[in-house]
């Protein structure tokens, strides 16, 4: 049942996101920490990792926020396009005009990436319409700027060069 008190609504979309953030920052100091020799305290930030996500998606539950596949899909789709239209351009524009090299980099890369998810939510939302699961083999992601591709890495990432070798599979 969705929250309907604006006080607890906005504490709980304000958790959700504090706690989502927290994830990703704490997956991102175990890579790290992992590089500089630590695997205990790498194992200690993926393991607090997932409790913050646990807090994530029992408040993003009590939001109502989650509802089935067909419609999860129409809310990836508006939020990559929101992201390819509207965030990213504005987002790179700014980092260009102040002269910000690195978040011009990051922007231009993540704006490539949601690009191609849209399309392939499209798709899985179209399967999924007609009560199918997608038809989708490897899906092969570059751990430098998020490209995506399907069935087979390119030779080269299109986006930032990294060998096709380098990508993470998900089968």
């Keep these: 049942m969705p929250v309907e008190r604006a006080m607890t609504r ?26 500089e020799g630590f695997p205990k305290v790498a194992k200690l ?21 989650l509802g089935k596949t067909e419609e999860n899909l129409k809310e990836a ?3 990559e396009t929101f992201e390819v239209e ?28 949601e690009k191609l998810h849209a399309e392939l939510y ?15 083999g490897k899906v092969y992601i570059c751990p430098v700027c998020g490209y995506t591709a399907v069935d087979e890495a390119p030779e080269r990432c299109p986006v930032c060069g990294l060998p096709g070798e380098k990508f993470v599979v998900f089968e």
């Design 122 to 136: 499209e798709k899985a939302k179209e399967s999924v319409a007609k009560g199918e699961d997608i038809e989708v």
């Design 86 to 113: 509207e965030m990213y351009p504005v987002y790179k524009n700014a980092a260009e005009f102040q002269g910000e090299k690195e978040a011009v980099r990051s922007t231009h890369y993540a704006l490539e990436a």
């Design 77 to 79: 789709i508006a939020g």
């Design 10 to 35: 906005k504490f709980l979309e304000d958790a959700f996101a504090g706690e989502s953030m927290a994830h990703m920052k704490y997956l991102i100091f175990a890579e790290q920490a992992e590089k």
């Design 45 to 65: 930030f993926r393991a607090i990792a997932y409790a913050e996500f646990v807090h994530a998606k029992n408040h993003f539950i009590a939001l109502g926020k």
